[in-house]
């Protein structure tokens, strides 16, 4: 199967690869989330397609496999775990023209029903190589509770003109272009990514450092602040890393 996925005329035939070039993970996540903005996909499905995307690469072993497929094919199914169903035709489409910048839409035609039973026989592949799981938490709801609780605690007027949640919430998108996003739980993401809003903003919560019981600590057991700055200096570290990736044209 999997030979049948690297090497299939299909998968040629849709010049879905750029021959000659490897592209990175980061670059691939870029992809994922500029299609999964032109599907309206939801911000869960683009988190649970990066992380279906890594847990792939992590598990196949193998170098061979077309990233742009995998990559159409990790948002497809991500749309299935989250119940955010994105058409296998739209997908496609999209997936496709991002690629292939001057091509047309595909018809109903030979190039398009290749391709699609490309995208069938990868998600099954993918499906078996991750021992069908492919559900994952994400720090997103953590950071919506988690937020909402601190600001009824402090009771700053800040929060109603400075977008520490937009902020918080660019942080943890942000940093699914790192794989290191699966390494942390979620709630430490959640806690991280407010805790550098703050420091961005200059907000303190009141009485924080005469408190036996830190924010971050009432809200998370485990948590103290060596590991909210392991966190942090993750996601500033990711920032890093775009300088690094040359643009596609």
Same mark, same amino acid.
């Given at each position: 199967m999997a030979a049948d996925v690297r090497q299939s005329p299909s998968a040629r035939k849709a010049n879905v690869s750029t021959k000659g070039t490897t592209k990175s993970h980061f670059e691939?996540?870029?992809?994922?989330?500029?299609?999964?903005?032109?599907?309206?996909?939801?911000?869960l499905t683009v988190a649970s397609a990066s992380c279906i995307y890594y847990r792939f690469y992590e598990n196949a072993g193998n170098c061979d496999y077309?990233?742009?497929?995998v990559a159409s094919v990790?948002?497809?199914?991500?749309?299935?775990?989250?119940?955010?169903?994105?058409?296998?035709?739209?997908?496609?489409?999209?997936?496709?023209?991002?690629?292939?910048?001057?091509?047309?839409t595909l018809g109903y035609g030979e190039e398009y029903f290749d391709l699609r039973d490309s995208f069938v026989?990868?998600?099954l592949l993918m499906l078996r190589v991750l021992n069908f799981k492919v559900n994952f938490s994400h720090p997103h709801k953590y950071l919506l509770h988690y937020f909402f609780s601190v600001s009824r605690?402090?009771?700053l007027g800040v929060f109603q003109y400075l977008p520490v949640l937009r902020t918080s919430w660019?942080?943890?998108q942000d940093l699914l272009h790192d794989p290191s996003y699966l390494k942390f739980?979620?709630?430490?993401?959640?806690?991280? %990514?407010?805790?550098?809003? !703050? &420091?961005?903003?200059?907000?303190?919560?009141?009485? /924080?450092?005469? %408190?036996?019981?830190?924010? !971050? &600590?009432?809200?998370?057991?485990?948590?103290?602040? /060596?590991?909210?700055w392991s966190v942090v200096e993750t996601i500033i570290k990711n920032y890093e890393h775009e300088t690094l990736v040359p643009q596609r044209s």
């Open positions: 691939m996540i870029k992809f994922i989330m500029e299609a999964g903005c032109k599907l309206n996909a939801s911000s077309d990233q742009y497929l990790s948002l497809y199914l991500a749309g299935k775990v989250e119940e955010n169903h994105l058409k296998i035709r739209d997908v496609i489409n999209v997936c496709h023209r991002m690629v292939n910048r001057n091509s047309d026989h990868l998600e605690w402090s009771c660019a942080f943890i739980k979620p709630q430490h993401l959640a806690v991280g %990514a407010i805790y550098l809003a !703050f &420091q961005c903003y200059g907000i303190v919560v009141p009485y /924080d450092n005469e %408190a036996q019981t830190r924010w !971050f &600590q009432a809200l998370v057991d485990d948590l103290d602040e /060596d590991k909210v």
